[in-house]
């Protein structure tokens, strides 16, 4: 009775949620119901008829989950996925709640499961998952995760104790930190990365060399990065001696070797083997699924990108996806809420949403919309609620100098928008350039409002503050309900 009446009470919860103009009820509804009966959300993704998968990991596990969903629709498989990305357990426990029937029998027969980094540990236990995906570990919210050994390290321990050998871990073997997480478990592996250089054919392993950034090939190249201070592990966490590296993509992912141990990356068994990269349109890959290659199209920019379309093809090839629906999924695909998300306006006007809310996540962003080579209207804006972070010293880690020259004009937003005018100022920008408006929405609007028709604003957010004006353009009517796909 008491596993009902906790689904009862979560479905009531969430619909007075809707009425009362709070959204879809992504989390409280799942918090009351676990206090009525503990193990709501386990004895429901139990009954699941295919199980369920979990993604984790500080950026891409919204898009890689929505990538994977695509797949699996057009596959004819029925989901449960949390697709607001409430990613605690109370907001897994709300999407269960939401599609299980009055007396608890699911309706869905997958569950695909969006995780924080933080909440896997807890979460993997109680759901079981068939596989769960681990996208990369990079700075995000000290104040709330410590250093990304310590999350690495917890995560490791959770994985070993709740994963059996019929479960398989899909990692991103370019991370070292995610790498390290099969050591010890039980579970499969199945590893997946990049392995292409510049154009669309593949770029052998013995000639990935770095050189100046660009490969020894002219003009820089979007493949590889010489930026070694942004890199966020740098030591091996066997004898804590220097990687090295033949080539490293951003931050810390790449082709990395500890001289002093010999730990090293592993060859992936899915991997990007050549990219073709259209500045913010989109791209073309080539993926090696086990041997057997795959041309796909994806409306989506940048080279993380490419690793959350790999990641997207690994995890579907594990659960038995042909190739051929693979390609054409992938192919489908459209942006996952403010993930370079195209908001139209007025005048054929158009808003490109791009979240960036840590470090690395702005600085791959800057770096895909410097590479478009086209001078936008560009709004950036920096919250600090506790969602976020509340500690912003991090944005002078973030490249902006390589920012400087490409917008048309800067408007710097959001609870923080000084501190963000300040960066801009040391980066290089005029100081006589930058239009300071704390408030988002207004803030885009004095950005379109120097756009012509048919021009395209880019609009750079931290996590709350896309959240904030997203919400916003929503009740304008000008955005889709945010937990609607």
Not at 41 to 54: E, F, N, S, T, Y
Request: charged fraction near 25%; proline fraction near 4%; include cysteine.
């Amino acid at each position: 009775m008491r596993y009902v009446l906790a689904i009862w009470t979560g479905k009531l919860v969430a619909f007075a949620s809707r009425l009362l103009g709070r959204g879809g009820g992504t989390s409280l509804p799942g918090l009351i119901a676990l206090r009525l009966c503990h193990d709501v959300d386990a004895r429901l993704a139990r009954k699941l008829p295919r199980g369920c998968v979990l993604i984790t990991g500080t950026n891409g596990k919204t898009t890689t989950a929505k990538m994977v969903a695509t797949i699996l629709r057009r596959a004819g498989w029925r989901l449960v996925r949390n697709v607001s990305g409430a990613n605690l357990r109370r907001g897994v426990a709300s999407t269960l709640i939401a599609d299980a029937t009055l007396f608890g029998r699911p309706r869905g027969e997958f569950g695909l499961f969006e995780a924080d980094e933080a909440a896997v540990r807890e979460i993997v236990g109680l759901l079981a998952p068939r596989a769960v995906v681990v996208t990369n570990f990079f700075r995000d919210q000290l104040d709330r995760y410590g250093e990304l050994d310590t999350t690495a390290r917890r995560m490791n321990e959770a994985f070993r104790s709740a994963l059996g050998s019929d479960a398989v871990l899909v990692l991103n073997l370019d991370d070292p930190l995610v790498q390290g997480l099969a050591e010890g478990c039980a579970a499969q592996v199945l590893g997946y990365g990049i392995e292409a250089g510049v154009g669309t054919e593949p770029f052998p392993r013995e000639h990935n060399r770095l050189s100046s950034g660009n490969g020894g090939k002219g003009a820089p190249s979007p493949f590889h990065t010489d930026d070694a201070q942004a890199a966020d592990t740098k030591n091996c966490p066997r004898c804590g001696a220097d990687y090295e590296y033949s080539v490293r993509r951003f931050a810390h992912l790449g082709d990395y070797r500890c001289p002093a141990c010999g730990y090293a990356r592993s060859r992936p068994e899915v991997a990007a083997v050549g990219i073709d990269l259209h500045g913010t349109d989109g791209m073309d890959i080539t993926l090696d699924l086990r041997g057997h290659a795959l041309d796909v199209s994806v409306q989506m920019p940048g080279l993380y990108n490419v690793y959350n379309a790999t990641a997207a093809a690994a995890l579907c090839t594990t659960l038995g996806i042909g190739q051929e629906v693979i390609a054409e999924g992938l192919s489908s695909f459209s942006a996952a809420f403010g993930r370079v998300e195209r908001i139209g306006f007025q005048d054929g006007k158009t808003a490109l949403l791009l979240l960036a809310k840590n470090p690395t996540g702005f600085n791959e962003v800057i770096r895909t919309v410097s590479a478009a080579g086209e001078r936008r209207h560009t709004l950036l804006a920096l919250n600090d609620n506790i969602a976020d972070g509340r500690d912003v010293s991090w944005i002078w880690d973030v490249d902006f100098e390589r920012l400087v020259g490409t917008p048309a004009s800067v408007v710097a937003s959001g609870i923080r928008a000084h501190d963000m005018a300040l960066r801009l100022k040391y980066a290089g920008f005029d100081q006589d350039s930058i239009h300071i408006e704390p408030d988002t929405r207004r803030a885009l609007q004095v950005a379109l409002d120097r756009a012509a028709p048919g021009e395209t604003v880019n609009a750079l957010l931290t996590y709350t503050a896309l959240l904030d004006l997203r919400g916003r353009l929503e009740r304008e009517g000008l955005a889709p309900r945010f937990w609607e796909e």
